[in-house]
């Protein structure tokens, strides 16, 4: 009778202990349960089904947490805070994301919490969007991203800090936008930043030192805008830029020293802008430069020393301008440059006057080795005053050779003679339909079409094949009074710039060419006066 006690002891903790077993896998069981639920809930962003849903995205993999790149359409306006946001956590480990707006207002701000829980994005676009203001901070704090491109999205205003502390951000694309201008303190922190793209806005104003943060930018793209004015403060900072492309603005002239911060750059295009003045210093500093192209601009003359900063140019691009001469000091600084095969030098398009300036043209012809600049030469037009004495034009011969070409090339004839346009559009002509790697080519119209005479400044010209005329029988015009000057106190960076022997030669040769027909006039001149006054 004594055993009872401890056998109910027994059986009581026996009971009690099944009790919690089965209350404890009661628990896990529900638990297990309400994972599953879940997880059957999330939504995968990359396998969306139904007509509600505003974003609809194609991915690599429509397994979950799987897909490393999506390309999505916001079929729908979409606000902030949309659940459709929360959808993406589907697909944590993405690498690439593109947006792309299918209907007009549908995004009009950057997502920046999505991005900031997507840990291993490293590229981003959006395209079409309506993005009136990138806001501050709007590209912040994303250390995995490497790319960004927001290009036709309506942008117009770049707030201060839009990119900022973004150790990996190597390239920007604003391309096509409506940004105005280009404010201090946008782009802050970014250590690893290489391109910028800015082409194809309505940007007029580069505010000093707007890029002064971008020290490792290698180039920047502001082509297609309404920029007038750069200044050297315009490219504070930028000392690793290697590219600089302002082709297509508004700018009318380059002051001294604009481009000195960018000791490293390689390649300058300032084609199609309004440039009547290049100062002297203009590219002082740019000892690196390679290329600089400054086609189709309103360019009438050259100061003597304007290549004298960027003695490295092989590539020199002066088409369609207003350029009546091109004299040897203009391109003493590269002259030897352009000898090798790789070189490229273009003029067409100018209003070139025959005369002894010119005559440096011959030995270049003659010592080049790149065979399409020789060709190109070859072809080079000018113009020559008809009734110049000089050149010993017979009006009878003229008109008998009119009179013979007319009768076997009637229709050519009067293609080139009678055709619509201003006379004033006539210029120099290299013809020379070559393109290289770099994609420049030369295009200008085809002086077989050219009237044979045209009228310039006033004056009768006849369009002439530059070689076809002699060399000694080349016109010299009266020295002005900053020829004599630049004779009689030569500059010291004239001298000292590298010319190389074969250049020395041609070039000594033109200089005794113009240096006796000087001596000619001025000695005429005083036998005249001595005549007179006896």
């Known amino acids: 009778m004594r055993q009872l006690p401890w056998i109910s002891l027994c059986f ?7 009790l919690l077993s089965s209350s404890l896998s009661a628990s896990t ?64 480990y993405l690498q690439e994301l593109t947006f792309n707006v299918q209907t007009m207002n549908s995004l009009e701000y950057i997502p920046t919490q999505l991005l900031r829980q997507l840990k291993n994005l490293q590229k981003i676009a959006f395209q079409y969007a309506k993005i009136d203001q990138l806001a501050e901070y709007a590209f912040s704090n994303l250390s995995t991203i490497m790319e ?37 303190d946008t ?16 940007i007029s104003t580069l505010h000093d ?6 020290t490792s930018l290698e180039e ?4 297609d805008n309404q920029i007038k004015v750069i200044t050297i403060d315009s490219f504070h900072g930028l000392r690793n830029l290697m590219k600089l492309d302002l082709r297509n603005n508004l700018i009318d002239m380059i002051g001294d020293r604009t481009f000195v911060e960018m000791s490293a750059l390689r390649e300058l295009k300032l084609d199609s802008n309004s440039i009547q003045f290049i100062s002297e210093k203009a590219l002082d500093g740019l000892r690196n430069l390679r290329k600089l192209g400054l086609s189709d601009n309103r360019l009438a003359s050259l100061k003597p020393d304007f290549l004298a900063g960027a003695p490295g140019v092989y590539f020199l691009d002066l088409r369609d301008n207003q350029l009546k001469t091109i004299t040897f000091d203009n ?20 209003k070139l006057i025959c005369d002894c300036k010119l005559s440096w043209i011959w030995g270049l012809r003659n010592e080049t080795k790149n065979t399409n600049l020789r060709d190109a030469l070859e072809k080079l037009t000018c113009f020559l005053e008809s009734n110049n004495a000089s050149q010993k034009i017979n009006n009878a011969d003229l008109e008998r050779n009119e009179a013979l070409e007319i009768a076997r090339n009637p229709r050519e004839y009067l293609a080139e003679n009678f055709r619509g346009g201003n006379i004033e559009d006539g210029g120099s002509y290299l013809e020379d339909e070559y393109e290289g790697e770099d994609g420049y080519e030369d295009s200008s119209s085809n002086s077989d079409f050219q009237p044979k005479v045209q009228e310039i400044g006033g004056k009768s ?31 010291s960076r004239h001298e000292n710039a590298p010319v190389g022997s074969s250049g020395s030669i041609w070039f000594s040769s033109a200089a005794k060419s113009i240096q006796l027909e000087l001596s000619v006039l001025v000695y005429s001149s005083v036998l005249l006066l001595s005549v007179l006054f006896t």
């Open 12 to 18: 009581q903790v026996l009971l009690v202990t099944s």
């Open 29 to 92: 069981r529900s638990r297990g349960k309400k994972k599953i639920a879940k997880e059957t809930k999330e939504v995968n962003i990359c396998n969306i089904e139904g007509q509600h849903v505003p974003i609809y995205c194609l991915c690599d993999s429509n397994l979950i947490r799987n897909a490393t790149t999506a390309k999505c359409l916001i079929l729908k306006p979409i606000n902030l805070t949309d659940s459709t946001w929360d959808y993406f956590g589907s697909q944590i």
């Open 148 to 184: 960004i491109n927001v290009n036709r999205s309506s942008i117009s205003t770049l707030k201060k800090h839009a990119f900022e502390n973004m150790k990996n951000l190597a390239i920007v694309n604003l391309n096509e936008n409506r940004i105005a201008e280009i404010n201090r």
């Open 187 to 202: 782009f802050v922190n970014l250590p690893s930043m290489k391109s910028l793209f800015l082409c194809r806005n309505n």
């Open 209 to 214: 030192k707007a890029f002064m943060h971008l």
């Open 220 to 223: 920047l793209e502001l082509a």
């Open 331 to 350: 391109i003493k600084p590269i002259a030897t440059n352009l000898y090798n095969s790789s070189s490229h030098f273009y003029i067409t398009g100018n």
């Open 461 to 491: 010209m006849q369009v002439k094949n530059l070689f076809e005329l002699k060399i000694e029988e080349l016109p010299c015009p009266k020295p002005s009074r900053e020829d004599l000057m630049a004779s009689e106190q030569p500059s």
